[in-house]
Nanobody, 122 residues
Framework: VQLQASGGGLVQAGGSLRLSCAASGRAFSGYDMGWFRQAPGTEREFVAG????????YYAESVKGRFTISRDNAKNTVHLQMNSLKPEDTAVYYC????????????????WGKGTQVTVSS
């Protein structure tokens, strides 16, 4: 599975962005998908995840109520709608896929896309 994230940019605090992750390759609909982020000097952290069917979603506490993850298996895409953005949301955002395993630990993901920069100004 090849993944390509897009949609990042510069936004003022309180604003919104929608990230997209386009997948190519086989059996996208069989993979759980996750969004992660990494700010300078920090470790990569889980942001949001969605099960292969789209029936279950998971969020980090820091983004709950502000971010929404969704997927369209017919179009091989995953989205992350980010509202009420804060300066602390500034990071490079990555999408990733996994076939097996519980949860969304960064070292448990099978495939990663290149990141997209999100910068939130105060």
């Amino acid at each position: 599975v090849q993944l390509q994230a897009s949609g990042g940019g510069l936004v003022q605090a309180g604003g919104s962005l929608r990230l997209s992750c386009a997948a190519s390759g086989r059996a996208f609909s069989g993979y759980d998908m996750g969004w992660f982020r990494q700010a300078p000097g920090t470790e990569r952290e889980f942001v949001a995840g969605i099960s292969w069917s789209g029936g279950s979603t998971y969020y980090a506490e820091s983004v709950k109520g502000r971010f929404t993850i969704s997927r369209d298996n017919a179009k091989n895409t995953v989205h992350l709608q980010m509202n009420s953005l804060k300066p602390e949301d500034t990071a490079v955002y990555y999408c990733a896929a996994k076939l097996y395993g519980l949860g969304f630990p960064p070292d448990g993901m099978d495939y990663w896309g290149k990141g997209t920069q999100v910068t939130v100004s105060s």
